[in-house]
């Protein structure tokens, strides 16, 4: 296999833990590149459900190395219970000391960064994002505001407590003054540091510049995606955005293994569409399909519950998302969510409600998603199950017809088609 980036492709949860896994079987090297605990990745094995939110799903194997990039911010709470949960799912504490390393360059998200998130978020009202609530905003604003805490701080306490002394009056004084919170001691602050230097012990990589070095020359590397493309805080439907770079770019950065390391970029795309939290999504249904996909789709969030909205495939979206998220192929999941459908609807341009104006940009400005009205074609559905089918040849007619037109559409072939969450419910094409 090529060393290849799995980016999700619309607003996160298109299934890129199932792609993941099923590569990871290829790959000797797997990183995350961004993002943090926001994210939740959920692998079936033999009908056994796995749910990642940090940790490279890499891990479910042996012998390959599972590595968390600088790019990744990492809350150490939920660090240690999402490997006290996979251990309780019967992975062996053995192989998280042995195949898990961090980059000490990732930055840690704090208590008063979730205190933050919780608090914006209110203060927002209306406006609110519809975060993960997880401190991913207020850990990435303070690492380019030049205030975060990395993990190799944790391990030298002279340095750590310096940093603090920058750093704790300004968040104290936004805690307190702005939203009314408590603050923090510094004592508190290096206590719970002292815990954190304890729990990434055996699992941080201070050799890392030679163990990457090491992974370009002689390892197959697989570059683990969180969120998608329409959520990055570049190129996605800003503000409603999380705030990292989950684009195939934003690997190189996040991983540090330069742009050329990457061979492919693989974009998972749901055979529809869904989103959580708030923003427009200009093929949202919101009627009878919305809950259909919904319901057959199982659409609720793995990290919060919340129910995720549906609409049907956006082809302005996704050509958009070709273009910036550098994607090379496509793997498309969830087609079995449509077995029972009569109809399926494809949004093929977007109409200006005002001027009848047709185009297939996708308008970056979410403010003006309002403004425009989905051109649908309309494709027959062919009410079969696919979930068994192994072969292309074997899917029903119609679905190959509808699968065609995306891959027209968008100009990049389609090199994975999945009719289920298990790893067996799997067509590749050559
Ligand atoms: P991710 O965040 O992109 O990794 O996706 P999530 O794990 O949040 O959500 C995808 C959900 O769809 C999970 O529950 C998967 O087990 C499930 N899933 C993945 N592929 C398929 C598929 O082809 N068909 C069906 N029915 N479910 C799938
Ligand atoms: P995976 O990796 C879907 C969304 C949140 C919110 C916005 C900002 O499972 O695909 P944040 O907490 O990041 O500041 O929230 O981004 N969001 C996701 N939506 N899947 C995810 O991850 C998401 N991670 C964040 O719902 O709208
Ligand atoms: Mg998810």
Redesign the pocket.
Same mark, same amino acid.
């Not at 994210?39 to 959920?42: I, V, Y």
């Not at 999945?418 to 969450?421: L, Y």
């Given at each position: 296999m090529k060393n290849t980036v799995v980016v999700?492709a619309q607003f996160? #949860?298109?299934? @890129?833990? @199932?792609i993941t896994d099923l590569l990871a079987q290829k790959a000797d090297f797997i990183v995350r590149y961004q993002g943090g605990c926001n994210?939740?990745?959920?692998v079936?094995v033999n009908n056994k459900k796995y749910k990642f939110h940090l940790i490279p799903s890499g891990i479910l194997y042996e012998n390959k190395t599972c590595f968390i990039g600088a790019g990744v911010v990492i809350h150490p709470e939920s660090f240690k219970k999402e490997i006290e949960e996979l251990i309780n799912d019967g992975i062996a504490q053995e192989k998280f000391t042995k195949n898990l390393k961090i980059n000490p360059l990732a930055h840690i998200t704090m208590p008063y960064h979730i205190d933050l998130d919780g608090a914006d978020e209110i203060k927002l009202g209306k406006n609110k994002i519809g975060t993960t609530k997880r401190g991913i905003g207020p850990t990435y604003s303070d690492k380019y505001a030049r205030l975060g805490i990395r993990i190799e701080d944790l391990f030298d306490e002279e340095i750590l407590s310096n940093k603090l002394d920058v750093i704790l009056p300004n968040k104290n004084a936004v805690l307190e003054k702005i939203y009314g919170l408590k603050t923090y001691t510094k004592e508190e602050i290096l206590n719970l540091c002292r815990e954190y230097k304890e729990l990434f012990a055996p699992y941080v990589c201070f050799d890392w510049q030679n163990v990457l070095r090491d992974a370009k020359k002689n390892k197959t590397i697989l570059f683990e995606g969180a969120q998608g493309v329409l959520l990055d805080i570049d190129y996605g439907t800003y503000p409603y955005v999380t705030s990292s770079n989950p684009i195939g770019g934003g690997a190189a950065v996040g991983a540090s293994m330069g742009v050329k390391t990457i061979d492919e970029v693989i974009g998972?795309f749901k055979a529809y569409i869904t989103r959580v939290g708030e923003g427009d999504m200009v093929t949202e249904q919101l009627g009878e399909d919305g809950s259909k996909l919904q319901e057959i789709?199982?659409e609720f969030g793995?990290t919060t519950g919340r129910p995720r909205r549906c609409g049907f495939f956006d082809v302005p979206l996704a050509k958009y998302s070709v273009l910036v998220g550098g994607l090379t192929s496509i793997a498309l999941?969830?087609? #079995?969510?449509y077995d029972s459908f009569d109809e399926i609807k494809l949004c093929v341009g977007y109409q200006n409600k005002k001027t009848g104006e047709i185009t297939q940009m996708y308008p970056t400005s979410v403010y003006t998603h309002k403004n425009y009205a989905p051109v649908w074609e309309s494709y027959k559905g062919w009410n079969k199950d696919t979930t068994k089918c192994k072969t292309y040849e074997e899917l029903p007619e119609n679905a190959k017809i509808y699968l065609k037109r995306i891959e027209e559409l968008l100009e990049i072939p389609i090199k994975i088609i999945?009719?289920?969450?298990d790893r067996d419910?799997t067509i590749f094409i050559d």
């Open positions: 999700g996160g #949860d298109e299934g @890129k833990a @199932k994210a939740g990745h959920t079936v998972v789709g199982a793995v999941t969830k087609l #079995d969510v999945s009719v289920g969450p419910q």
